[in-house]
């Protein structure tokens, strides 16, 4: 019985119904199918978690059942985590989003499928309850049986040139936070020298304290910052000094897989602390015009506030700010709100409030699902209001403190909830395509939405450099989507053409300008940045393409193909193109890290030095030869609209102008045409193989001519690229065609060379080919290829069916006719070799398969009656020829004695068979077999004068054989007198007698006429 499928169930207590009704369903859907399900184990309270990891870590289904309720139970908050991040670590496990009752979907789960579906949950009025439950069971089985057997783990281990210097250079940046605790982590993840983690442990600890201080509002701002910097400042010189020895010994591995993504994200630290303003409240000035031009009362006061207003004012933002102090954050909204809406809101301080209680009220987590998969309302509040706290900031509208901080706060706290979900989205579009495209996870209207919402938040709110970096990496190419649909040309430039509604190269401009803006009037921090993004890309398509290689090597292994190398390649050299384009092809410090090699090494890796393995593991072949040699396009680019050589001729151009183009345009000729050698040899020896099995395995005959054909043709190919050198090629296609090779290409229509039928199905005229290339300078000579063409079928077509034939099958004189005339045609169309002409000789005069000759009572040559195919065959006209053609070797007398033995014994064997011995029984039918047998005897000695052949006849008529030819007195006493009977027969036994005796009396007269003849 086959393994069963192993299924968790993720359920808050509310939906335990519909968790047993699922399960049953599955049951039937899955049906013989066994399932082995987690729900409700009764297990100890301290050994569930252990138990349930241990499960999840073979399961092949996570079902998590979300309604209102789901995340209310810590287990089940815990059970989600798990299984994102084992889902991420072993993308064998399928995760299916069952919709109970009408709920926001967590964001962790966005991006994954929803059953029954988005917007329909189990319970949904107007729609039978069973009905949807089935369908999330059929859903569920549809999505197993689409996950590959065994699909690739992407967490593999991944070579980044990373050096000590590379990692302080991304560690250094994230002492920009608010928060450490993602620096924190990394530095206990990677050190390994006791001293270090301790300085780690501590400084964390004080960290940690110096947090609990601010939120018992025992530490003021200003207080705050300073020992922010504080710790800040030491940590960056621990990062100074921090050293190869002080890593663990596989810190690079660690890492690489932390910072990019390569593991499940585990910094979840605590959110920054907002700091509530707490000085005095200002009152603004505002704009109050007058009711009417009558109002004169009114019109003196603008620009003013009533009493009333300030009183309002006053009152609603003191009730915000001691709402905030009792963690009421929707009453201080509320408050804040109506101060917004109902004076004049020209205040700092209003719009400070209003961002910290709406963060507070909404929930990040809330507002970044809603930006990423709903309609982003709650995003555009909170950027509306840092937007105006900022505004007036600047313009000094009741300006606050705090502001500043406080944005910086919301930035980072939107930020990290953003990239959170994003990292948790297993997406790669150069792993997802082909058949996998359709197992990847549907985040792409996500992710689109995460560029806008990430844009809006660092633009209007703050700018952050590691979220900005993250975007610059993932509109290049070195993310989870690729953003480039197909490329143009235009005044010698590439154009990057996108789907989506904005300017790729304009959107990572203005990114750049942005991260630039943060390090304003520090020119060499800038350049830091501007290098750390650019080589940040770099090592992720490195990442990439090891991936890649690593996932197809293992397709490959398992005879099963889901990726489509084709895409991955080109989504791959479109990102190298754009990083180039945006960062150029150079980096600072002597590191040599070329985007254009990246591409090159995928095109075509024989162009570069040393091109990487795995680069070379995964060659596409975007280039081909036509029919005369000539370069030109592989017929791919057209299907998948990708121009290879104008890609390549654009990268040699930016790279050595045009005088590098030609010098490597005949480099580029030689490469491809070393591949378009190589991929017919390995086509060939398929063949090869293919046609050596002796079992199931072997291929099909036509499959084998098929794709022989193609070899033929491209070796033809291989020759006009270059004539001067690809002789030996011509000479590969006449050993194939003359029958030295795996194939048989030609036969006999008796007396014409004829190409073989499948041959011409295919459109490969083999004769007129090979009658093409006798006039090409080939190697071998005109007589050296007729004897191997001749030899070839004689042993294949000749002599092997002749073998087969069975020995006096009459039925099979047709066939052996035709071989007959073959065997002649070879020795006079192709090759004169008595080789050939000896099987017609021997078997006319020896008779191996069928009797041919006869010899008449006159003992002249005589056929023997039988029925010859068009054209008519005369085995005495041939042995004429034989003779005239070799009379040394085919004599006419050694053919004389070969058929006449034949026929005589074949008259002996009637004789014996057909005539009793015992003379009593004489019958008149055995008479006449007597007769005739005696005067064929006679006949055969005058065709061939042998006196052995007259024993028989003269023992016969001298009284000692079987017929009694004389007549008897009473039927007791011979007499001379022939026998009644054979005045029947015309035959009198005393003249025949002595006719036969004289016979043998001039035995050697009869033999010198014979020879007389054959002369």
């Known amino acids: 019985m086959s393994q069963p499928i192993r299924v968790f169930l993720s359920t808050d207590d509310a939906d335990e119904t519909l968790a047993y009704d699922l399960e049953k369903h599955l049951r039937q859907a899955f049906a013989p199918q066994p399932l082995l399900f987690w729900h409700e184990r009764p297990v100890a309270e301290e050994d569930y978690r252990r138990l349930a990891t241990a499960f999840l870590e073979t399961a092949h289904l996570f079902l998590p059942i979300v309604s209102v309720n789901y995340l209310d139970t810590p287990d089940a908050r815990w059970e989600l985590d798990q299984a994102v991040s084992e889902a991420l670590r072993r993308p064998g496990l399928a995760v299916l989003t069952v919709l109970a009752r009408s709920a926001f979907i967590p964001p962790v789960l966005q991006g994954y499928p929803i059953a029954p579906g988005p917007q329909q949950p189990v319970d949904m009025k107007g729609l039978d309850r069973e009905r949807q439950v089935q369908r999330v069971a059929e859903a569920a089985r549809v999505l197993v049986s689409q996950m590959p057997a065994s699909v690739q783990n992407r967490r593999v281990d991944i070579q980044l040139p990373i050096m000590v210097e590379d990692l302080r250079e991304r560690l250094i940046p994230l002492l920009d936070r608010l928060e450490f605790t993602p620096l924190f982590d990394t530095l206990k993840m990677l050190a390994h020298d006791a001293t270090l983690a301790k300085n780690i442990f501590e400084t964390e600890d004080s960290f940690a304290n110096l947090y609990q201080q601010t939120r018992g509002l025992k530490t003021s701002l200003p207080e705050f910052l300073r020992q922010i910097k504080t710790v800040r400042e030491y940590l960056r010189t621990l990062l100074d000094e921090l050293r190869e020895g ?65 009183l309002d004012f006053r009152r609603n933002l003191l009730l915000a700010q001691d709402s905030m102090a009792l963690e009421q954050y929707g009453r201080a909204y509320s408050h804040s709100e109506h101060v917004r809406t109902h004076i004049d809101p020209q205040s700092a301080q209003l719009y400070e409030y209003l961002l910290i209680s709406y963060l507070h009220r909404e929930k990040p987590e809330r507002i970044v699902e809603d930006a990423l998969f709903n309609t982003g309302r709650l995003m555009s509040h909170v950027t509306l209001f840092a937007g105006k706290l900022r505004r007036y900031q600047e313009e000094n509208k009741c300006p606050t403190a705090t502001g500043a901080y406080n944005r910086r706060v919301a930035a980072e706290i939107l930020s990290d909830g953003m990239k959170i979900v994003y990292d948790t989205w297993p997406n790669d579009h150069v792993l997802d395509t082909g058949r996998r495209a359709a197992l990847a996870a549907p985040n792409r209207e996500a992710a689109r939405k995460f560029i806008e919402a990430a844009q809006l938040v660092y633009r209007a709110i703050h700018p952050m450099r590691g979220g900005l970096r993250i975007l610059v990496n993932e509109l290049c190419g070195g993310g989870k989507f690729n953003w480039v649909s197909r490329l143009g040309f ?54 990439k393409r090891q991936l890649l290689a690593r996932q197809v090597a293992e397709e490959r292994r398992k005879r099963r193909s889901f990726t489509d190398l084709h895409q991955s390649v080109i989504h791959y050299v479109y990102a190298c193109l754009l990083g180039h384009r945006v960062f150029g092809d150079g980096m600072s410090g002597g590191k040599e890290q070329s985007y254009l090699r990246l591409a090159v090494e995928y095109l075509l890796p024989g162009l570069v030095i040393s091109p990487d393995a795995d680069a070379e593991s995964l060659q596409v072949r975007w280039f081909d030869l036509d029919a005369n040699g000539e370069l030109v396009a592989h017929p791919d680019c057209a299907r998948y609209q990708f121009d290879a050589r104008a890609v390549l001729e654009k990268i040699v151009y930016d790279y050595a102008g045009r005088a590098g183009w030609l010098q490597v345009q005949p480099n580029l000729k030689a490469e491809v045409f070393q591949q378009y050698v190589h991929d017919t040899e390995v086509e060939y020896q398929e063949i090869k193989t293919g046609l050596s099995w002796t079992d199931f395995r072997k291929m099909h005959a036509f499959e084998a001519r098929k794709r022989l054909v193609r070899c033929l043709q491209r070796w033809e190919t291989c020759y006009r690229a270059y004539p001067e050198t690809g002789v030996q090629f011509l000479d590969r ?18 007396f014409e060379v004829r190409t073989v039928p499948d041959s011409l199905a295919f459109g490969y005229d083999a004769f007129e080919k090979l009658r093409r290339l006798r006039q090409l300078p080939i190697r ?100 004429q020829q034989l003779k005239r053609e070799n009379p040394g070797r085919y004599d006419g007398m050694e053919a004389r004695a070969r058929i006449a033995d034949r026929r005589f014994r074949d008259l002996e064997t009637l004789y014996f068979r057909e005539i009793s011995e015992y003379k009593y029984q004489n019958h008149l039918e055995e008479r006449r077999i007597a007769v005739e047998i005696l005067r064929k005897i006679k006949g055969l000695f005058k065709f061939f004068p042998r006196p052995e052949y007259l024993d028989l006849p003269i023992r016969e008529l001298s009284g000692h054989g079987r017929i009694r030819w004389q007549a008897q007195l009473f039927g007791v006493f011979a007499i001379p007198e022939n026998y009644y009977e054979n005045q029947y027969f015309n035959f009198d036994y005393r003249r025949e007698l002595s006719e036969f005796k004289g016979y043998r009396d001039t035995a050697f007269q009869w033999m010198e006429h014979v020879l007389g003849q054959e002369k």
């Open 490 to 543: 235009a005044d010698g430039e590439i154009r990057f053409f996108t789907e989506e509604s904005f300017d790729l190269e304009s959107q990572i401009a203005e990114l750049l300008e942005l991260i630039a803006d943060v390090d304003k009037g520090d020119l060499e921090k800038q350049r830091q940045q501007t290098d750390i993004i650019r080589e940040n890309l770099y090592f992720s398509l490195l990442a």
């Open 780 to 879: 071998r000579s005109e007589s050296d290829i007729s004897k191997a063409l001749a030899h070839h079928l004689f042993q294949t077509n000749v002599l092997p069916v002749y073998n087969r034939i069975k020995t006096g099958d009459e039925k099979q004189r047709p066939e052996l006719i035709g071989l007959l005339w073959q065997a002649l045609a070879v020795y006079k169309n192709l090759d004169p070799q008595q080789d050939y002409l000896d099987l017609v000789w021997n078997e006319l005069t020896e008779e191996r398969k069928l009797p041919w000759l006869d010899v008449s009572e006159q003992g002249e040559w005589m056929l023997k009656p039988f029925q010859s195919p068009q054209p008519a065959f005369n085995p005495i006209q041939i042995l």
């Open 246 to 310: 002080d890593l663990a010994p596989d810190w690079q591995k660690k890492f690489i897989a932390d910072f990019f993504a390569f593991q499940p994200v585990t910094h979840r630290g605590v959110a920054p602390y907002f700091f509530t303003p707490t000085e005095e409240i200002s009152l603004p000035d505002t704009l109050t015009l007058p009711g009417s031009p009558d109002d004169i009362a009114a019109a003196e006061t603008i620009g003013l506030l009533s009493y009333q207003q300030k």
């Open 733 to 750: 296609i006449i050993n194939e065609l003359v029958g030295e090779g795996l194939m048989n290409w030609f036969y006999l229509d008796p």
